[in-house]
Nanobody
Framework: QVQLVESGGGLVQLGGSLRLSCAASGSIFSIFAMGWYRQAPGKERELVAHSPSDGFTNYADSVKGRFTISRDNAKNTVYLQMNSLKPEDTAVYYC???????????????WGQGTQVTVSS
């Protein structure tokens, strides 16, 4: 079984910064990718940043130059540093991890519980 625990959301003013963390634990054999998504009220969940284990990171156009995804592979943790925040960044942010729980298993997709980010103007 795999658990993802997120932290770091909150209320911040226009132009402020926040750092989100997501730690994966449990039965983890190999991680293939870690990423962040967000969902604003009345909207679809969208990709924010994606970090495959064997490739380049990619970002949504709306956050390029402001957000940075990073990983601590020794801790199975992914971070999202968010700078120059705007009201349109307000959403629930979810981490996503694609991994195998054991050798020979299928690659599963796991989600964190979500953390609210609110940017006031």
């Amino acid at each position: 079984q795999v658990q993802l625990v997120e932290s770091g959301g909150g209320l911040v003013q226009l132009g402020g910064s926040l750092r989100l963390s997501c730690a994966a634990s449990g039965s983890i054999f190999s991680i293939f990718a870690m990423g962040w998504y967000r969902q604003a009220p009345g909207k679809e969940r969208e990709l924010v940043a994606h970090s495959p284990s064997d490739g380049f990171t990619n970002y949504a156009d709306s956050v390029k130059g402001r957000f940075t995804i990073s990983r601590d592979n020794a801790k199975n943790t992914v971070y999202l540093q968010m700078n120059s925040l705007k009201p349109e960044d307000t959403a629930v942010y979810y981490c996503n991890v694609r991994l195998k729980e054991r050798i020979g298993a299928y690659i599963g997709s796991y989600w964190g519980q979500g953390t609210q980010v609110t940017v006031s103007s």
